[in-house]
């Protein structure tokens, strides 16, 4: 195990792994015990009893938070003709069509989302292992690949997240920032938690969420109680 620093030590002493603390006591135990000098963020983990082996099991959506996540998204748009003036229009950081695919082949990634017009998933989709990897290929269900981009655009500007169960059966998000206080905070934790529950598979069985653990960027954890929040 990775030796921990003086700070998150500290911070650590002050949760109590045997409790299982409500929402409002999670985000602010998770502000108070920030280590950081910067805004942190505040991340949420669950973790779900499904078995992401059966593709009914998959779970992956997106949405707009409705406090956004404090963070500045820089935009990609991959496309092509009247498309490009609808991209930069909406206020698109870069736009392009194959030119800029080349300039990631080459390693520049000076971006946090891509959005895709379908007539240019068949170049995109030759990038897969440089872009999945760092979860930036687009996908239809996150709304990263649609002829609308202009809204897809103002939804990643808005605060858009993406949240994908990964192979250990856990979801992480962002759910905005220690700055953005308890009210705001727990605002956009139960748009993600009705979003989560919403997903549910019928062939799910037992209890959905098993855990839920709150953190601020390099802090530690903190368990939930989710059975008063579902």
């Not at 002050?14 to 603390?21: E, G, I, R, S, T």
């Not at 946090?112 to 440089?130: R, S, Y």
């Not at 905070?185 to 969420?209: H, R």
Request: hydrophobic fraction near 40%.
């Amino acid at each position: 195990m990775a030796k921990r620093g003086k700070k998150y030590t500290e911070a650590l002493k002050q949760v109590d792994a045997a409790k299982l603390y409500s929402l409002t006591e999670a985000v602010a135990l998770a502000k108070k015990i920030n280590t950081t000098k910067f805004d942190a963020s505040v991340e949420i983990s669950f973790n779900l009893n499904v078995d992401p082996r059966h593709a009914d099991q998959q779970i992956r959506g997106a949405m707009v938070l409705p406090n956004g996540t404090g963070r500045s998204q820089k935009v990609l748009v991959v496309t092509q003709g009247a498309k490009e003036q609808e991209a930069k229009d909406a206020g698109a950081d870069f736009v392009g069509g194959k030119e800029i695919l080349e300039d990631i082949k080459k390693g520049w990634f000076g971006f946090d989302v891509i959005v895709a017009t379908p007539d240019m998933m068949g170049e995109l989709g030759k990038l897969g292992k440089i872009l999945g990897p760092k979860g930036l290929m687009p996908n239809p269900k996150a709304g990263t690949v649609t002829p609308d981009v202009g809204k897809a655009v103002t939804d990643a500007k808005a605060g858009k997240i993406e949240y994908r169960l990964d192979k250990t059966n856990i979801i992480h998000c962002p759910i905005g920032k220690v700055s953005f206080g308890p009210e705001k905070l727990t605002e956009n934790y139960n748009a993600l938690m009705g979003a989560i529950v919403k997903a549910k598979p019928a062939s799910a069985k037992g209890q959905y969420i098993r855990s839920c653990v709150a953190a601020s960027t390099m802090g530690p954890g903190v368990k939930m109680n989710t059975a008063k929040m579902i």
